[in-house]
């Protein structure tokens, strides 16, 4: 997929992106990216237009028919061959077919480049074969060709060229008519389905062309006699006579790795292709045990439990039979959700330490979209309604307007409590968890309220709003400005007395020393909080990476959250921490721990921009903290 096309997609699925992220993802820089969107911009015309709106682009469309038209030509045109992409995935297909070298000049003549074009798509054709131990090998002049096993070289045709290789691969009506049937009885899904074909597809293609996998490594002879080796052997009885053909036990298992290695089905009835192994409800305990140690987020998979512990069993297959998932379907998961990211990469630890086996990028992806699901099924059962008392002073009209705008902006649960500045209920206002009034309302209070106030008119910024009150619930744990404390929840709960900038050269121990005193001045901790943070620091180093740092551990008796924050200037290729974050959170029970989420989120958006964080490094002041992230927003109101 060529950049503009690759932009525009992305833009319709995701619906905004920031330069930097189109970058990552299309390996470029950022001002590639910024030529690449300015080329789109004008193929779109008047039909639609992509803009620049708060650091990240976003897609308008003016003329939904004209759009749909350009949309459509710019997608057929990207199947020529000006996309790199396919014009590798034919060149590893021109290569898997040959049944000798194949000429430099050959393969650019069949793609209608240059020599130097065919030579550059070469390379980067080795490099994506490294991975699946298959080598070019030859010389450009003389003729190159394709070296590896059998299965090394279906394997890498199924991972990154399945789309040219097998999806329009002449297979007949009657053996698409047979696999759907097949698949419908073991209730597999379209996606399913759509992976068995694609198997079945590679194997038809390399057998009838004299290329029969003959030999696979010795653990593959674990699916014999299991379900998806039962669903392989009947596929292919069904198949083999209607192309003539008796394919060998080795086939048979080649497609029972389909099965064993695919993404999990939707219907339960269709995971039992692959039933969960015996020692997976103890992975999956030592997971969310790992997880409660390293972040102390208790966090439970009662959601989607049970597709979770299939999810691990399949997985656990694809790592076993080196079934690699298209890194792509997975690349924006780390920035869309940091949090449940940190939470799957402890997965992995837990995993790889258990199995042995290596867990790749893209399946610590998909272990992140279920531990997100786990993370708002949390947030969720410890939502409380929202009170939220209205006090005017310009009559019952103008209460009740501004009662309908925050009701657009709060959750549907929240519990309005409408009362004038002439007749204050002094138990409602104290009750409530928030108190919002027009100018002048609450005068008679002498402001002693509990508590947190916001005055707004008759217009005000809503998405200002917002990022105030997003901090709400979390306020009766945790000491929190309100007004004007811009969006970072970070800079909202420290003060200049919980913000040191340390001396360079500073290292992480150090730093959560110097911040443990500074509380312990303060007499916001004890002893005990270091000595409860030091055997959490024993237990698992809570250095998120090289760059940031954030210990932290329950206080003794406290009733609110404290944090503390230090930086430690560096350069940007300099090794060493940047910041810590020492954070007290009450021992109490009923402590609504979703504060801790919302600070990682914060703090793992921060940690995962090196450049941010090492400018960051250097404010020297409570006051330059503020402004720095007033400037460099990165928390996001979930």
């Known amino acids: ?53 708060d650091g990240r682009y976003r897609l308008y469309i003016l003329d939904a028919r004209r759009y749909g038209e350009i949309r459509q030509a710019l997608l057929d045109a990207d199947e020529s061959l000006n996309d790199p992409a396919h014009r590798r995935a034919l060149i590893y297909r021109a290569l898997l077919r040959a049944a000798g070298p194949v000429r430099i000049g050959d393969l650019a003549s069949r793609l209608s480049v240059s020599r130097t074009t065919a030579t550059t798509d070469l390379a980067a054709l080795r490099e994506t074969l490294a991975g699946h131990d298959v080598t070019i090998t030859g010389r450009t002049n003389s003729g190159v060709r394709l070296e590896g096993s059998e299965l090394d070289l279906r394997m890498a045709g199924l991972t990154h060229f399945a789309e040219v290789l097998c999806d ?14 097949i698949c419908t009885s073991r209730h597999l899904n379209r996606s399913s389905r759509h992976t068995v074909l694609r198997w079945l597809t590679m194997l038809l293609d390399r057998y009838l062309s004299g290329h ?33 053909i008796d394919p060998p036990p080795t086939e048979q298992l080649f497609m029972a790795m389909a099965v064993a290695g695919m993404r999990t089905p939707d219907d339960q009835e269709g995971r039992q292709l692959c039933p969960a192994d015996e020692d997976v409800p103890a992975l999956v305990d030592a997971i969310f045990d790992r997880i409660t140690e390293v972040m102390g987020l208790q966090v439970e998979a009662a959601e989607l439990a049970d597709e979770f512990a299939h999810h691990l069993t399949f997985m656990l297959s694809r790592m076993r039979f080196r079934i690699h998932l298209d890194d792509d379907a997975v690349a924006d998961i780390r920035d869309q959700y940091p949090v449940a990211h940190q939470m799957a990469e402890i997965s992995r630890q837990v995993l790889e330490e258990r199995t042995g086996l290596r867990i790749t990028d893209s399946e610590v992806g998909l272990l992140a979209g279920y531990h997100q699901v786990f993370l ?53 206002l104290t009750v409530a968890d928030l108190v919002v009034a027009t100018p002048g309302a609450l005068a008679g209070t002498g402001g002693a309220l509990s508590s947190p106030v916001v005055e707004l008119g008759t217009v005000f910024d809503r998405k200002e ?29 420290l003060d200049p007395d919980r913000f040191m900038a340390l001396p360079p050269g500073t290292d992480y121990h150090r730093a959560t020393a ?38 932290h551990a329950t206080v003794p008796g406290a009733e609110r959250v404290v944090l503390a924050m230090g930086v430690i200037p560096r350069s940007l290729e300099e090794p060493g921490v940047r910041a810590v974050f020492v954070m007290g959170v009450p021992d109490k029970q009923d402590y609504d721990d979703t504060i801790l989420i919302d600070i990682y989120d914060e703090i793992i958006r921060l940690a995962s921009d090196r450049s941010l964080i090492t400018s960051l490094s250097r404010v020297t002041s409570h006051e330059q903290l503020f402004w720095f992230m007033a400037d460099h927003p990165t928390r996001t109101n979930r």
């Not at 009701?407 to 929240?414: G, Q």
């Not at 024993?538 to 940031?548: P, T």
């Open 1 to 53: 997929m060529n950049r503009e096309t690759h932009i525009l997609r992305h833009l319709e699925t995701a619906l905004a992106a920031t330069p930097d992220g189109l970058a990552a993802q299309l390996d470029l820089g950022t001002r590639s990216i910024v030529n690449a969107v300015a080329r789109l911009d004008a193929m779109l015309g008047t039909a639609a237009s992509v803009r620049l709106v």
């Open 168 to 181: 329009h691969y002449p297979l007949g009506d009657e053996i698409a008519e047979t696999v759907a049937s």
């Open 212 to 244: 029969p996998l003959t030999e696979l490594p010795p653990e593959f002879s674990e699916l014999e006699g299991t379900p998806a080796h039962d669903f392989a052997a009947e596929l292919l009885a069904g198949i083999s006579p209607l192309v003539r």
């Open 376 to 428: 708002d099924h949390h947030e969720r059962s410890r939502q409380t309604h929202l009170r939220v008392a209205v006090v005017t002073s310009a009559g019952r009209v103008s209460g009740h307007l501004l009662r309908i705008q925050l009701a657009r902006i709060l959750p549907e649960s929240a519990r309005f409590i409408m009362m004038s500045a002439d007749q204050l209920d002094d138990d409602a």
């Open 465 to 493: 709003l917002v990022n105030q009150l997003s901090r709400i619930r979390l306020h009766r744990y945790a000491d929190l400005q309100l007004a004007g404390a811009g969006s970072s929840l970070l800079v909202s709960m």
């Open 514 to 551: 110097a911040l443990i005193d500074r509380l312990e001045e303060l007499g916001l901790v004890e002893e005990s909080f270091r000595e409860a943070l030091g055997r959490r620091e024993r237990d698992s180093s809570m250095l998120l990476d090289e760059l940031v740092g954030f210990p």
